[in-house]
C-alpha cells in the first residue's frame, strides 16, 4: 500500500520499555520487517524509552506509560496513536488509518507549486 509521502516525511515513534513483553511480541512480528513495508517507508520507526529523558525534538508530545504506544508524527503534529499491540491485524489496520489521517492534512511537498493565475 502505498501512502504517498516523500521519504521519511513522517515518524512512527515507538513508546517502550525494557521487559515488556508485549513489545518483545511486536518486535519479533512486526519489527523485522517494518522497515521494508511501504507503511515503514512511509513513517520511520523511531524508538523512545519511557524511562529515559524525552528526545529534545519530542518534547512537545505527551509520553505514554502504557508500553508499546506508537504516535504517528510529522513536524511537531502528532496524527494518531496506537496504545497497546493486541496482535498483526490491529496494529496495520491501525497504522493504515493513520497514514491516510495524515496524508489528507500534510502537505505534500514533492509536488510542484502552482503556478500563479494572471
Not at 521519511?8 to 512486526?30: D, H, P, Q, Y
Not at 499491540?85 to 502552482?114: C, H, I, S
Amino acid at each position: 500500500m502505498s501512502h504517498g509521502f516523500p521519504a521519511a516525511a513522517l515518524e512512527l515513534v515507538m513508546f517502550e520499555r525494557e521487559g515488556c513483553s508485549w513489545c518483545e511480541r511486536w518486535n519479533a512480528e512486526i519489527g523485522g520487517i517494518y522497515p521494508r513495508t511501504d507503511e515503514g517507508r512511509a513513517a520511520p520507526l523511531r524508538r523512545v524509552d519511557i524511562l529515559a529523558p524525552v528526545p529534545g525534538d519530542l518534547a512537545w508530545m505527551t509520553v505514554e506509560r502504557f508500553t508499546p504506544s506508537f504516535a504517528l508524527v510529522h513536524d511537531g503534529v502528532e496524527y494518531g496513536r496506537i496504545r497497546g499491540y493486541p496482535g498483526e491485524d490491529f496494529f496495520w489496520g491501525l497504522l493504515g488509518e493513520m497514514l491516510e489521517n495524515a496524508r489528507a492534512q500534510v502537505p505534500d511537498t514533492t509536488k510542484a507549486p502552482a503556478t500563479p493565475a494572471g
